[in-house]
């Protein structure tokens, strides 16, 4: 304010007198407002936290402890506990406040549990990670294709609202049709009217992770651990600028060249583009000696039945083959 400049010209005043001459509070004037100190150590410990918990994701503050102080860093829990809030990460294991879902929003049941994926643009699902960059994270969503791996479209911004995530998914809409079901976690941003809204007005089945289930969306965690272990880490980008160009010409790597293990080493615009090749399914195992009809891949080799029993699937009889668990499906 400009009465504050006036303070302190007039030598033979005090303050006091001078602030009630001017008008303003003495508080004001006293009270000097702390800048905002960017704490080196607290950036290099959230960079190690985010690197383990890309690693690991059901690590906690404990577990963070522990791997911090392996790494030289002797901190206590509560340092950990604010550096996660920070980044909200959560370890991803039943408990207490670890969904960050509105407590208006409705959510909906998890509809893949068991359910072949036979096909492409049958199931889409959808994520937010964050990247980290010189000062700070920036919040990287993306919708991918569950049959062939493929990232139809992302985004990348600076603040954790679901106006990014429509964007995104309105992007692949107008790309890549339309799915059959759509799968996201109970994340605020996609618990949210407007993020639903979009796939009401397409009639697309809707489908959310159950509270405590890691593996329910395993194919967007895997397309994470890859994007950062094979990009983010390596070129420790500084600005969103750079994030963007970096993410652009990662993302073309990803879907047009890099084989992919579980797709026959294809690439998932391949797969996507003959509907060939790929597949996905969310092993139950807690629903143990079912019967249930699998077909992993449409490249002309069916599976019968798999029995599925202590998470061990039985091949079938006439090929002699097995198919992938939950964890095989998923690895690129």
Partial sequence: MIRHG?????????????????????????AKRKPVVFIEVDEVLKRLIDEEYTRHPFYGSRKMVVHLFRCGHRVNRKRVQRLMRCMFLAGMAPGPNTSAAHPQHKVYPYLLRGVPVVRANQVWSTDITYVRLARGFAYLVAVIDWY?????????SNSMEAAFCVDCL?????????????????????????????????????????????????????????????????????????????????????????????????????VHKNSSGGGAMIVDKYRAKERLPVALRSSGIEFEEVRIENETAIPNAKTGAAPSSCEKSSAT
């Fill in 6 to 30: 006036w303070i302190g010209i007039h030598a033979h005043l005090t303050q006091k007198r001078q602030c009630v001459l001017a008008g303003v509070s003495r508080t004001t004037i006293y």
């Fill in 148 to 156: 062939s791996r493929r990232v139809l479209s992302w985004r990348i």
């Fill in 170 to 270: 309105e992007d692949a809409l107008r790309e890549h049709g339309k799915p059959e079901v759509f799968n996201s976690d109970q994340g605020s941003q996609f618990t949210s009217d407007v993020f639903t809204a979009v796939l009401k007005r397409e009639d697309i089945a809707i489908s959310m992770d159950g509270r405590g289930r890691a593996y329910d969306n395993i194919f967007v965690e895997r397309l994470w651990r890859s994007v950062k272990h094979e990009d983010v880490y390596l070129n420790g980008y500084a600005t969103m600028g750079e994030l963007l160009i970096g993410l652009t010409k990662y993302f073309v790597f990803y879907n047009a060249e890099r084989p992919h293990q579980s797709l026959g080493n294809q690439t998932p615009q391949e």
